[in-house]
């Protein structure tokens, strides 16, 4: 099992940047596809990127891609997030989750992923 935790959420102009981490523990980290997925006031969680196993190959949402940027980094257990050109309709709670299926079908399997986070709020003000 995959424990998650999210950090770096805060309040940015839009425009801005802004990187969020989610740390991972638990010794089979590496093997899990991970993404991320945000839920902004009165609206239903969304995919907003994923990324394989071997960090090889990453999946974006049409909404942020050009903008958004996943990665991870196996020694230190950690996904990034790295958000550029902030507009306030990506104010929202990010939650990071785990796959051990795929990170190419983690958006169509939103319901059934292995592990969440808590969520860290990104707040983007116009």
């Known amino acids: 099992q995959v424990q998650l935790v999210e950090s770096g959420g805060g309040l940015v102009q839009a425009g801005g940047s802004l990187s969020v981490s989610c740390a991972a523990s638990?010794?089979?980290?590496?093997?899990?596809?991970m993404g991320w997925f945000r839920q902004a006031p009165g609206k239903e969680r969304e995919f907003v990127a994923s990324?394989?196993?071997?960090?090889?190959?990453?999946y974006y949402a049409d909404s942020v891609k050009g903008r958004f940027t996943i990665s991870r980094e196996k020694a230190k257990n950690t996904v990034y997030l790295q958000m550029n050109s902030l507009k306030p309709q990506d104010t929202a709670v990010y939650y990071c989750?785990?796959?051990?299926?795929?990170?190419?079908?983690?958006?169509?399997?939103?319901?059934?992923?292995?592990?969440w986070g808590q969520g860290t709020l990104v707040t983007v003000s116009s």
């Open positions: 989750a785990a796959d051990r299926q795929s990170a190419a079908t983690m958006r169509q399997r939103l319901g059934a992923l292995d592990a």
């Open positions: 638990g010794r089979t980290f590496s093997y899990y596809a």
């Open positions: 990324i394989t196993w071997t960090g090889g190959s990453t």
